[in-house]
T-cell receptor, first 112, second 111 residues
Framework: DAEITQSPRHKITETGRQVTLACHQTWNHNNMFWYRQDLGHGLRLIHYSYGVQDTNKGEVSDGYSVSRSNTEDLPLTLESAASSQTSVYFC???????????FGPGTRLTVL | RKEVEQDPGPFNVPEGATVAFNCTYSNSASQSFFWYRQDCRKEPKLLMSVYSSGNEDGRFTAQLNRASQYISLLIRDSKLSDSATYLCVVNVRPGNTPLVFGKGTRLSVIA
């Protein structure tokens, strides 16, 4: 069955380190998204991509970057991790033309 | 006005009750509408799409009111397992643009 996976599922890192979270989907969806979710804020869009070599900033993109070298993967990089980036990160891909969006299981990141 | 707005709740209802959630959206040109369910510390999962004519899936009924710019979700005969946060999701800006997620309405079904 097609699916969307994230790794690692849990990560503890130190302030200032570079961290990369992986997202892989096997649906061949062009549209992929990264969100963070914190108590009281709901889902907030970090970056998104509409296809290979395409990346766009979301509402909370500062301190994060993404790259899209193939259809299946959209890794999220924290250039220099900060304690404010402690959160749960969800990757998603979206099916066209229904717009139905599917989420990965999430990565719980703690920055100490 | 927020693009997508929901009552955060919580809604605390007894088993067997009927409960309804509403969600308003800002852009009359919005095209796609969904309800997602999110369990604590888990990823959001599609509950149902919302169609113009309204649609039903078992105990769940979704409706769209374009004139008043809101969608609704009705849950009949609530079960303990319905306890979750329900997210209203709208493609507010037509075309290939990010979906906008409401902050969610929390439901607790009590025995």
């Amino acid at each position: 069955d097609a699916e969307i996976t994230q790794s690692p599922r849990h990560k503890i890192t130190e302030t200032g380190r570079q961290v990369t979270l992986a997202c892989h989907q096997t649906w061949n969806h062009n549209n992929m998204f990264w969100y963070r979710q914190d108590l009281g804020h709901g889902l907030r869009l970090i970056h998104y991509s509409y296809g290979v070599q395409d990346t766009n900033k979301g509402e909370v993109s500062d301190g994060y970057s993404v790259s899209r070298s193939n259809t299946e993967d959209l890794p999220l990089t924290l250039e220099s991790a900060a304690s404010s980036q402690t959160s749960v990160y969800f990757c998603a891909s979206r099916e066209a033309p229904t717009d139905t969006q599917y989420f990965g299981p999430g990565t719980r990141l703690t920055v100490l | 006005r927020k693009e997508v707005e929901q009552d955060p709740g919580p809604f605390n209802v007894p088993e067997g009750a009927t409960v309804a959630f509403n969600c308003t959206y800002s852009n009359s040109a919005s095209q796609s509408f969904f309800w997602y369910r999110q369990d604590c510390r888990k990823e959001p999962k599609l509950l149902m799409s919302v169609y113009s004519s309204g649609n039903e899936d078992g105990r769940f009924t979704a409706q769209l009111n374009r004139a008043s710019q809101y969608i609704s979700l009705l849950i009949r005969d609530s079960k303990l397992s319905d306890s979750a946060t329900y997210l209203c999701v709208v493609n507010v800006r037509p075309g290939n643009t990010p979906l906008v997620f409401g902050k969610g309405t929390r439901l607790s079904v009590i025995a």
